[in-house]
């Protein structure tokens, strides 16, 4: 089992710029892909990005705008957001998968942090 806590969610302006954090329990030992999922009211959950030892996937929506990394010393996953959009907001989750790609649901996941867009 794996064990996700994220932070670093928060109330920002259009254009701006968020780095959301997640500490894992387990991480390279386990060899668990790492990454994020948002969930927003009224639509469906959206993968949004996910790192491996051998890929990095990003949803078309964040391309050029979010930027993920992964830390293994500090057992740590990061998501730098950039030029934040109102369409942006939703509920962050830090999530461990099998593998990158549409083809991998997430297998464990944290409690989520809030992440709005607004003026």
């Known amino acids: 089992q794996v064990q996700l806590v994220e932070s670093g969610g928060g109330l920002v302006q259009p254009g701006g710029s968020l780095r959301l954090s997640c500490e894992a329990s387990t991480f390279a030992r386990d060899n668990y892909a790492l990454g994020w999922f948002r969930r927003a009211p009224g639509k469906e959950r959206e993968g949004v990005s996910c790192i491996s030892s051998s890929s990095t996937y990003y949803a078309d929506s964040v391309k050029g705008r979010f930027t993920i990394a992964r830390d293994n010393r500090k057992k740590r996953v990061y998501l730098q957001t950039n030029s934040l959009e109102p369409d942006d907001t939703g509920v962050y989750y830090c999530?461990?998968?099998?593998?990158?790609?549409?083809?991998?649901?997430?297998?464990?996941w944290g409690q989520g942090t809030q992440v709005t867009v607004s003026s």
């Open positions: 999530a461990a998968y099998a593998g990158c790609g549409s083809d991998f649901p997430p297998m464990y």
